[in-house]
């Protein structure tokens, strides 16, 4: 118990605010991937291509922001792009994988 | 010496790199003029006209296409093949093609120089391919340097590899789909090195356009898979590989759904597993390291384990639950015989029948490959030298040459990504072009892209030599007359020192040399696009004695015929190669069709064809057949006929109705013969009857009996052949097409 307190706290203090928020954002997406899944395992998959919509709808984003994150975080790495133009090809992703969905959604 | 001025206003640098530029684009735009005019053989050695077999399915596709749009095409249920079941085109079709083949006529259009359905068709093809040669240039550009790119853009405008799937007139998936995969390799390549998401859309939306365009495109989404393994392997991991590879993965995946013919396979499908397996451990590899940057060392290790043991075992369960349950299918035929090559010859006979799907002959691949197939090796020693040693430097010291320099490394090492993908990329497409001769298509581009890689490495060395000895040679001159100013009398006894040492004549003469090779290579090229490849197989030409032409049109003549003496709802029955051919050019309803969906269908076809005319004729009038077309090559010399293709029609049959037995078909000793020697159930098969009826009367050549067969060499074994329920209604000009109708008997 301790030491997951301390993990925590460590959590908190080390990462900055703009990336907790993001952090949250990827936990909750995470969260709503097992919650369609589950449905889709306890009551039924179909029509099919809803159910594949929803978990990419879930999944994208939460991979996306995921990215978000290490970009913001290390920019050195990816050959020092900034915060802003990062953002601008995170919306790009979102932006084409909702088009799709809304077309497969049916 | 006056001051220096910045770069950007020095004259000369500009002159050098206003020169330097006009020549690149100049380059460029010649390969890409050639890639387009060395298309065009057949064309002119013929004329306009859609090749082979599978083509013409696309050009008829692509028709409906434009005359009835987007919607009636999805939907389309075509009732002119496949008698009495019919076809579902929209999810059988891969409608890329149709796309490309459709914006080519609407811009014609729109730009005021309208063509018609066809010679849009023909364009596609060659525009493509100069598409191509700009792509590769940007890759190799994007890996090793614009040198590389240009003489990679140069070699793949005329290799033979790509341009035999690729003439103007051979309009099929592969002449915009090799355009479609480099365009995503670029696009991959580039969201590696960068990390930039903007390439990972793009990557997506290129593997969609792939994945409307061919079947190939599982090649993509397990090579991409496969480097990021081996990048994970060779230490090589990084945050963009991993934001690379998992946006690529969700919106290509996505978008490939969205094509009917790949429907659901990307979650259902074995070969879609890979990728979804390294998305997953990719995922696995990120969070395990957030962890360890977050935890300290022993509570790291602490839950690793536990991680490691609940994830092993909660894998290997989920994976046994969807192989044994069925939700995972398999590899399904022609993709499995990829990675067991002697699966499809024992066990699916159509899948072994196709030429194109036969291992490759050595020949061949240099024929295809030519000098890239040569240099192909030192390009990859080449390559495996510069990756050598990369290893990520941190934390070198806060001195400002210290810092540029771990930069540069890094950012040489980031770059090196993208190298490390062509190498991935070429040992691949080697292994399976070695497997299945239809994929020689997808090692022209990334040999073209090693070999030129080698060939720019070795000609900057050589240079480097030429240029180092011409700058001291200038040097030495100059000063000689400096020294030789001051003074006044100097005998000139010594001899005067060779000034031009022996490694530049060595480095004169190799350079000559690859410009040599090069040449040849292009010479080859030339001949083989205007020889080899550049035959529309719908008509033939050949070379008398005398050098003059004969063009054999039989095909044409007899589709021809049936498209005007027969009733517009007549249904004709022939092997499944001529389908397509007969729906598109003689515009009647055919039975079976090069799309060979329907095995049992097929092997009804091929019972037909090998029972005698009694047995037969059940099955004839149960199918509603018209007419029967054979091709037959006995008298003129043909050599893709029926009776060469029968026994693949016998061992089809006989899969699936097992009264037709092979042997039957063969002589005593097991030969294949039509003499009087062949096998008792061939001499009476409804084939070897149409193929050979009046046959016997006929002095096909002078000093034979007649009833000669000139392709096979012998005199043929049964002459006395009359057919009770069939009659003879037309022979092409050389008898290579038999057409017979069926006569409809009252009583049965």
Known sequence: MDTSKGIWNRYRTSTPGLIQTLDLFIVFCGVMVVAVFGYGLVFTTQPFNAFISAIFATAGPLFFTISLRMQILNPKEFNNMSPEWAFLSYLACIGLLFFVISSFLG | ?748
């Open chain 2, 1 to 748: 010496m006056s001051t220096s001025v910045p770069q950007e206003f020095d004259d000369t640098y500009r002159v050098h790199k206003f020169l330097q530029r006009s020549l690149k684009t100049l380059i460029l735009l010649f390969a890409c003029i050639v890639a387009f005019i060395i298309r065009f053989f057949s064309v002119v050695k013929y004329e306009s006209i859609i090749h082979e077999f599978d083509p013409y399915f696309q050009y008829r596709a692509s028709q409906y296409f434009i005359k009835n749009g987007m919607y009636d095409f999805h939907n389309w249920f075509d009732e002119r093949t496949w008698y009495p079941i019919g076809r579902i085109v929209g999810p059988t079709v891969y409608p890329g093609l149709m796309w490309s083949a459709a914006a080519v006529y609407y811009f014609m259009e729109f730009i005021g120089f309208p063509v018609d359905v066809r010679n849009a068709c023909m364009i596609v093809s060659p525009l493509w391919a100069s598409f191509t040669v700009l792509i590769t240039y940007k890759i190799v550009k994007a890996v090793w340097s614009k040198g590389a790119g240009l003489i990679a853009a140069m070699m793949i405008a005329v290799i033979p590899g790509y341009m035999s799937r690729s003439v103007a007139g051979s309009f099929d998936n592969e002449c915009i789909s090799i355009f479609a995969l480099l365009l995503t390799f670029y696009f991959w390549i580039r969201s590696v090195q960068t990390g930039n998401l903007f390439y990972s859309v793009a990557t997506a939306l290129s593997y969609f356009y792939m994945a409307s365009a061919w079947g190939g495109y599982v090649f993509i989404i397990n090579l991409i898979p496969l480097y990021v393994l081996v990048m994970i392997v060779f230490g090589r991991y990084s945050d963009r590989l991993f934001a690379a590879y998992t946006t690529f993965y969700i919106l290509g995946i996505l978008l490939s759904m969205q094509i009917q013919f790949v429907s659901f396979m990307p979650v259902q499908s074995g070969e879609h597993l890979a990728s979804f397996g390294m998305f997953g451990f990719c995922t696995v590899i990120e969070a395990v390291l957030f962890f360890y940057r977050l935890l300290t060392k022993e509570e790291f290790s602490r839950a690793i384990r536990v991680v490691i043991a609940v994830f092993v075992v909660v894998a290997a369960v989920a994976l046994a639950v969807a192989s044994y349950s069925g939700y995972i299918t398999p590899w399904t035929g022609r993709f499995y015989n990829l990675l067991h090559p002697t699966y499809a010859k024992s066990h699916i006979p159509i899948i072994a029948s196709v030429s194109e799907h036969q291992p490759t002959a050595w020949p061949h691949f240099f024929f295809d490959l030519h000098l890239t197939s040569i240099i192909f090796p030192a390009g990859i020693w080449f390559i495996f030298a510069k990756l050598k040693n990369q290893r990520s430097i941190v934390n070198v010291g806060t001195s400002k040459q210290a810092l540029a320099e771990e930069a540069e490394v890094n950012a040489e090492r980031r770059r090196n990504d993208g190298l490390f993908f062509i190498l991935v990329y070429g040992l691949a497409s080697l292994y399976f072009s070695g497997v299945m001769v239809r994929l020689m298509l997808v090692l022209a581009p990334v040999a073209c892209i090693i070999c030129a890689i080698a060939l720019d490495k070795v000609s900057q060395n050589l240079f480097t030599v030429v240029t180092e000895q011409f700058t001291a040679l200038k040097i030495g001159v100059m000063s000689k007359i400096a020294a030789h100013e001051e003074k006044k009398a100097s005998s000139n006894k010594d001899k005067p020192k060779s000034l031009v040492s022996k490694e530049v004549i060595v480095s004169i003469v190799a350079l000559a040399t690859i410009v040599i090779l090069l040449l040849i290579y292009g010479a080859h090229c030339l001949w083989a696009a205007s020889t080899a490849y550049s035959s529309p197989s719908i008509v033939m030409a050949w070379y008398r004695q005398d050098g003059s032409v004969v063009m054999i049109d039989d095909f044409r003549e007899a589709y021809s015929w049936l498209r005007h003496n027969t009733d517009v709802n007549a249904r004709v029955m022939s092997w499944w190669d001529y389908g397509y051919q007969l729906t598109a050019v003689a515009n009647r309803t055919v039975l079976v069709d090069n799309n060979t969906w329907n095995n049992s269908h097929i092997a009804t076809v091929g019972t037909a064809m090998s029972s005698t005319e009694e047995d037969a004729y059940p099955i004839l009038r149960m199918l509603d057949v018209d007419y029967i077309l054979v091709v037959f090559g006995g008298m003129s010399g043909f050599s893709g006929d029926d009776i060469n293709k029968f026994l693949w029609m016998v061992r089809i049959g006989g899969g699936v109705f097992p009264r037709i037995k092979e042997k039957d078909y063969l002589s005593k000793r097991g030969e294949y013969r039509v003499d009087r020697e062949a096998g008792p159930a061939f001499l009476t098969s409804l084939m070897y009857s149409m193929c050979y009826y009046d046959f016997g009367k006929i002095q096909t050549m002078s000093q034979r009996p007649a009833g000669f067969d000139v392709l096979r060499g012998v005199e043929i074994g049964r002459k006395d052949i009359s057919f009770k329920h069939l009659e003879e209604a037309y022979t092409s000009d050389r008898w290579i097409i038999r057409i017979y109708k069926v006569k409809k008997d009252e009583s049965f």
